[in-house]
């Protein structure tokens, strides 16, 4: 009954490029796909986006997790699994790994709490898949440029907490989740995205 397959990795990684090849391939194919995103797929989803990257006040890592919590749980529950059960697959451009990335490793927030909060979230619904797109910092921060959004804007020691935290991720779930370089073509890194995926149809 569908798949659900998420794309993951820090900022400037390529993932959008990707996902959005995926799903031309899988549309080609025959497939019927649901591409979508967090933070901000739809409805409720795009004013939390609004707040979680553009806010220029403080926000507190606890509440930058709630927020971002918040838009999950309605994805999850309005949008992905309705499309689950009409059997789409379903491509999302980050979800609950990106909470332990970034507010886990890269804030500091306690790992297990973040987990229980995600399993609320989502109802305990995990990927069959997820890909994360590994970059490093310099490469990162020459595709991101000048035109930072709130997240993009925490810095060098941020993204490499955050790049450390997607591999420690996949270290430890090392059959949900897989690492593919950034540090190639958008096709041989196709490639690697359709093998993985063919594998799951
Ligand atoms: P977005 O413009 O979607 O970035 P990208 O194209 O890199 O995916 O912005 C999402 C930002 O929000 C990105 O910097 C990662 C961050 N984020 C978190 O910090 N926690 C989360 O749980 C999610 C979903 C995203």
Redesign the pocket.
């Known amino acids: 009954m569908g798949l659900f397959i998420t794309f993951e ?5 390529g ?2 490029t990707q996902i959005e090849l995926l799903d031309k391939y899988l549309k080609d194919k025959g497939y019927e796909t649901l591409l979508t ?4 797929a739809r409805g409720l989803g795009v004013k939390l ?1 609004e707040i ?2 553009n806010y220029d006040g403080d926000v507190s890592p606890n509440c ?2 709630f927020l ?2 918040a ?2 749980a309605q994805h999850v529950d309005c949008i992905i699994k309705p499309a689950k059960k009409e059997g789409k697959i379903i491509l999302c ?4 790994d ?2 332990v ?3 886990g490793y ?1 804030r500091g927030l306690d790992l297990k709490r973040i987990n229980y909060l995600n399993d609320i979230a989502t109802s305990g619904m995990k990927p069959d898949l997820t890909i994360v797109f590994d970059i490093d910092a310099e490469t990162s921060m020459q595709r991101v440029g000048k035109e930072k ?1 709130r ?2 804007s925490a810095g060098i020691d941020f993204f490499n907490k955050v790049r450390q935290g997607y591999l420690e991720i996949a270290a430890s779930e090392p059959n949900r989740v897989k690492v593919i370089s950034s540090s190639d073509t958008i096709e041989n890194i196709h490639k690697k995205v359709v093998a993985l995926v063919e594998n799951l149809l």
Do not use: I, N, V, W
């Open positions: 990795g820090a900022d400037g990684c993932k959008t995103r967090e933070p901000g986006r979680l990257l930058e997790s971002f919590l838009d999950r451009d980050r979800h609950t990106s909470t990335a970034y507010q890269g959004d997240m993009e």
